[in-house]
């Protein structure tokens, strides 16, 4: 399969070289990312003491927006492996997959929803975030979320999945 040269939403011509020295094209409006050996990808629901932790991107797509940690794959690595390096390298927190939440796939990436306990660590900034942030349920920040699936499957999730809150609690337009 050839290489995507441009954005399959807006048009634009992708751009490469970014993303902390990984080279993977992507559309300079953060629309699309082409990735080319890999379309897997993990993302976690962290819960501590009643919050959800969240991180700003500081990376395409979604700068500084909001997202739950996570990210591809890599060459080898099963999608619980993902999912837990993904949350060390991210949040500084070592992790356990406690529960598959969903399974989302489009065009080019999948990914892979689950809840996490946390087993160690320290909340910790990586360089692909701005900052991180524990959120009430009340208090997340749904209208500022990088990727709708995200934002979706926790809102599912804290609505109908999760037995840790209060379900009137929750504020999907904040």
């Excluded at 082409?34 to 009643?50: K, P, T």
């Excluded at 992790?95 to 598959?100: E, N, P, R, T």
């Excluded at 701005?130 to 500022?144: C, K, N, R, T, Y």
Aim: charged share 20%; with cysteine.
């Amino acid at each position: 399969m050839e290489a995507f040269k441009y954005c399959p939403l807006c048009a634009k011509e992708l751009v490469g070289d970014y993303e902390l020295g990984k080279s993977y094209p992507h559309c300079p409006t953060g629309h699309y990312t082409y990735y080319l050996n890999q379309s897997v990808g993990a993302a976690a629901i962290i819960v501590d003491q009643g919050r959800i932790l969240l991180e700003r991107r500081a990376i395409q797509s979604g700068y500084g927006l909001w997202a739950l940690p996570g990210g591809m794959a890599e060459q080898a690595e099963s999608i619980e492996e993902c999912v837990i390096r993904e949350v060390l390298e991210e949040t500084g927190l070592v992790v356990a997959v406690a529960k598959l939440l969903n399974v989302i796939g489009g065009q080019r990436v999948c990914i892979v929803f689950y809840e996490v306990s946390i087993l160690g660590g320290s909340v910790q900034k990586s360089e692909e975030s701005l900052e991180l942030a524990w959120f009430s349920p009340q208090d997340i920040p749904f209208g500022q979320f990088a990727f709708p699936r995200h934002r979706e499957v926790l809102q599912h999730w804290l609505l109908e999945g999760s037995e840790q809150f209060d379900k009137t609690s929750v504020n999907k337009h904040n």
